[in-house]
């Protein structure tokens, strides 16, 4: 069985204020990594939250708007790599085998931007018993210099490419909401949720709630949604949240 998981950024740290993580949810988020049995084949990434997504915002970075200013791309990327130190060092307080990925050093993008990500590394990782943990990133992108790919877009590649069984997104929300703050149960198609589907509130470079949905709705395996109370029942193997067919 193979899972990949992506932690939401909103949700491991305090979005609203530049570089400070959520303790409590990352100590919780650890914890139901740790209780998922050894035979599973977890693939762990995690977004920016309040690191990255506000250095790329004050750089004019997104996900098609790039740099070519190397102080910038360590700016960004080195957001990142700092927020991936704090999960991992939490994954491993709990015995998770967890080791990094970083998505600058083995992804690129063409003119197009078409994203390309090797998985080798990673599948034998997973061959040997590690937990690869990447995370919204940088990448090259061919004409633009470095853009930023986020996590949302690497759970999809990785799931299609992975053949990936179970794919789950711990979000800050308890699913995708329609206009009376539900959350929906199942989605199928992009006009289904059009109307209901904004950005994130907060400092967001990667689309937010739309992207993500526009992500999952293009893989082969279903895929949940969901907030931090239901990640122990998605990892248990339920269907918490939203559907996404
Ligand atoms: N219809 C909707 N239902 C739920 N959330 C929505 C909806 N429309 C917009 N959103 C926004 O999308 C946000 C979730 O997307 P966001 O990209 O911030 O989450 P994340 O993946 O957890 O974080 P990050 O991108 O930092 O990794 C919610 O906090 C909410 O503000
Ligand atoms: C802003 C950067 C560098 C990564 C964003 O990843 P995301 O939070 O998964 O969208």
């Known amino acids: ?13 305090d979005k609203d204020r530049p570089e400070t ?7 919780r988020a650890a914890a139901a990594v740790a209780s998922v049995d050894s035979d599973t084949d977890l693939v762990v990434v995690h977004g920016g939250g309040s690191f990255g997504h506000h250095n790329a915002s004050e750089h004019g970075v997104s996900t098609t708007e790039g ?11 080195g957001a990142m790599t700092t927020l991936n130190g704090f999960v991992l060092q939490r994954l491993l307080e709990r015995d998770v085998n967890a080791v990094p990925v970083h998505p ?7 003119r197009d ?55 789950g997104l ?22 289904d949720v059009a109307s209901v589907l ?5 400092t967001d470079v990667t ?8 992500a999952l709705l293009a893989l082969e395996a279903s895929a949940s949604i969901f907030g931090l109370a239901d990640l122990d029942a998605f990892l248990a193997g339920g269907e918490p949240g939203t559907t996404v067919e």
């Open 21 to 27: 993580l959520d303790g409590d949810a990352l100590e």
């Open 170 to 191: 711990c979000s800050t929300v308890p699913g995708v909401l329609d206009d009376a703050e539900r959350v929906i149960d199942r989605i199928a198609t992009y006009e």
């Open 113 to 167: 931007g078409r994203l390309s990500l090797p998985t080798g590394q990673i599948r034998t990782l997973l061959a040997e018993g590690f937990v690869p943990v990447l995370h919204g990133d940088l990448v090259a992108h061919e004409g633009a210099g470095a853009t930023v790919v986020s996590g949302d877009e690497l759970v999809a590649d990785l799931a299609t490419d992975l053949e990936a069984d179970r794919v």
């Open 1 to 13: 069985m193979t899972v990949v998981l992506k932690l939401g950024g909103s949700v491991i740290t």
């Open 67 to 77: 740099t070519h200013d190397a102080s910038a791309a360590l700016a960004i990327h």
């Open 198 to 202: 904004g950005e994130s509130e907060s």
């Open 207 to 214: 689309g937010g709630m739309a992207a993500k949905v526009r």
């Open 104 to 110: 600058f050093s083995v992804a690129h993008r063409d």
